[in-house]
């Protein structure tokens, strides 16, 4: 189960403490997913943004990362809004669920190997909850690496690639995308019209059980 309080991180919760002190108003603890638990899409993040969900304590409210996402999945028909401001702005998802694969704001953005590892228990029963058919949707290789792990799967069988789809030893699809930081969007590597076509992609599997296919 999620845990606001958890403490095995100790740089993290070093971290987090230093953050909550130099900007009070900030969330600065776990950040837990948004959305229903038994959603057929589930969205998994890298770890939360300073300035976003590290603020507000909603996955990808408040800062640039995501802008591009929630303008998508309102596009798709995911989200009641396209644009997602605050964990109190009235936002609410459809049929999808945003979580992160490390639930805490790492230093630089970048979480250690331990520190992936240990927060992998939460993403574990998080994908617990889904049902057969259910499409995991990973914005970058660490969420990608990180779902693997979660089902003891190695990444030689379930290489990253944008658009790349695999189906998981518990019939569930396993959906790639690059993620949509601020990085990847201004170098074109991840473009509004490539993340449309991914989640377009998302909402057919969503439609199928692998084993049909």
Same mark, same amino acid.
């Given at each position: 189960?999620?845990?606001?309080?958890?403490?095995?991180?100790?740089?993290?919760?070093? +971290?987090?403490?230093?953050?909550?002190?130099?900007?009070?108003? +900030?969330?600065?603890?776990?950040?837990?997913?948004?959305?229903?638990?038994?959603?057929?899409?589930?969205?998994?993040?890298?770890?939360?943004?300073?300035?976003?969900?590290?603020?507000?304590?909603?996955?990808?409210?408040?800062?640039?990362? @995501?802008?591009?996402?929630?303008?998508?999945?309102?596009? %798709?028909?995911?989200?009641?809004?396209?644009?997602?401001?605050?964990?109190?702005?009235?936002?609410?998802?459809?049929?999808?669920?945003?979580?992160?694969?490390?639930?805490?704001?790492?230093? %630089?953005?970048?979480?250690?190997?331990?520190?992936?590892?240990?927060?992998?228990?939460?993403?574990?029963?998080?994908?617990?909850?889904?049902?057969?058919?259910?499409?995991?949707?990973?914005?970058?290789?660490?969420?990608?690496?990180?779902?693997?792990?979660?089902?003891?799967?190695?990444?030689? %069988?379930?290489?990253? @690639?944008?658009?790349? %789809? +695999?189906?998981?030893?518990? =019939?569930?699809?396993?959906?790639?995308?690059?993620?949509?930081?601020? +990085?990847?969007?201004?170098?074109?590597?991840?473009?509004?019209?490539?993340? =449309?076509?991914?989640?377009?992609?998302?909402?057919?599997?969503?439609?199928?059980?692998?084993?049909?296919?």
């Amino acid at each position: 189960m999620f845990d606001i309080n958890c403490c095995q991180c100790p740089r993290l919760l070093a +971290y987090l403490d230093e953050i909550g002190q130099e900007y009070p108003d +900030y969330h600065a603890r776990p950040v837990d997913a948004f959305g229903a638990k038994k959603s057929k899409l589930l969205i998994v993040g890298l770890a939360p943004g300073m300035h976003g969900a590290n603020a507000t304590g909603r996955p990808f409210t408040g800062d640039a990362s @995501g802008e591009l996402l929630f303008r998508t999945l309102y596009d %798709q028909g995911f989200s009641s809004k396209p644009v997602s401001v605050a964990a109190n702005d009235g936002l609410t998802l459809n049929n999808c669920r945003i979580t992160n694969a490390v639930k805490c704001l790492p230093p %630089q953005n970048k979480p250690t190997t331990a520190e992936i590892k240990t927060c992998n228990s939460f993403l574990r029963q998080e994908l617990a909850t889904l049902k057969r058919g259910a499409v995991v949707l990973a914005l970058g290789a660490v969420a990608h690496s990180a779902v693997l792990r979660a089902y003891g799967l190695t990444i030689k %069988q379930y290489k990253f @690639g944008h658009g790349a %789809q +695999y189906i998981l030893p518990n =019939q569930l699809w396993l959906l790639d995308s690059y993620h949509c930081s601020r +990085y990847n969007t201004q170098t074109k590597r991840l473009t509004p019209e490539m993340l =449309q076509s991914v989640f377009a992609q998302a909402k057919i599997l969503m439609g199928s059980a692998p084993d049909s296919l």
